[in-house]
């Protein structure tokens, strides 16, 4: 079992900063590939940024790709999402999720999951 906990977020205005982060427990951290989505009202969970096991190759959706930044340090468990000039449409649910496996951009595939962090971005 893994445990993930997030926090971090609240309200910005567009154009501003938010740093977003998930402390995990339980099993070897370094075991996972991380994985932040988010769920906005009436929309399905998509992702967002991904992080592999070696804690060094990331990957960002197209959408957030020069603007959000995914760290993860293995040492702390720890895995970071700073989102720097946020847009209204980023306002939504943001999760951490664990995979065991092979790092993917499909929710189905992951293991676990936070309670989620309210980001909203006001206009």
């Known amino acids: 079992q893994v445990q993930l906990v997030e926090s971090g977020g609240g309200l910005v205005q567009a154009g501003g900063s938010l740093r977003l982060s998930c402390v995990a427990s339980?099993?070897?951290?370094?075991?996972?590939?991380l994985a932040w989505f988010r769920q906005a009202p009436g929309k399905e969970r998509e992702f967002v940024a991904g992080?592999?096991?070696?804690?060094?190759?990331?990957y960002h959706a197209d959408s957030v790709k020069g603007r959000f930044t995914i760290s993860r340090d293995n040492a702390k468990n720890t895995v970071d999402l700073q989102m720097n000039s946020v847009k209204p449409e980023d306002t939504a649910i943001y999760y951490c999720?664990?995979?065991?496996?092979?790092?993917?951009?499909?929710?189905?595939?992951?293991?676990?999951w936070g309670q989620g962090t309210q980001v909203t971005v006001s206009s």
């Open positions: 992080a592999y096991q070696d804690g060094v190759t990331t």
């Open positions: 339980g099993r070897t951290f370094s075991d996972y590939a």
């Open positions: 999720a664990a995979d065991a496996g092979v790092l993917t951009t499909r929710a189905r595939n992951y293991d676990y």
